[in-house]
């Protein structure tokens, strides 16, 4: 990763409302190694950032910042635009927003 370009880690994990140490569980990856990525002291490896794009729901380009559009390429993903829009909208939504979704979802099945 070159000098130039913005590794936008740190910026996608705040933007999710989430801890570095979750996101480390959940990847099981040190949270010292996260930070140090974000801080730009060491470069994620390859197998790192494909990682925390597939995590985040991103291309790994705009996890770089070589690109704008956040949207990580998959053909199949175009039949369910909608679905995948919304998969990633939640992803993105605080512990207590995905919370009252949930909420949400079960009184919907519950009623039909």
Request: hydrophobic letters at 35%; charged letters at 35%; one cysteine or more.
């Amino acid at each position: 990763m070159s000098k130039n370009n913005v590794f936008r880690l740190k910026e996608i994990r705040l933007e999710c409302g989430l801890k570095r140490s979750k996101v480390a569980e959940d990847l099981q990856i040190n949270a010292g190694t996260i930070a140090n990525y974000e801080n730009g002291i060491r470069e994620a490896p390859y197998e790192y950032l494909i990682k925390f794009a597939e995590y985040f729901d991103v291309s790994v380009d705009y996890l770089l910042g070589r690109t704008d559009d956040e949207r990580p390429f998959r053909p199949e993903a175009e039949e369910n635009a909608d679905e995948a829009r919304i998969l990633t909208a939640y992803r993105r939504l605080s512990k207590t927003a995905k919370s009252r979704v949930s909420e949400y979802i079960d009184l919907w099945q519950d009623k039909n």
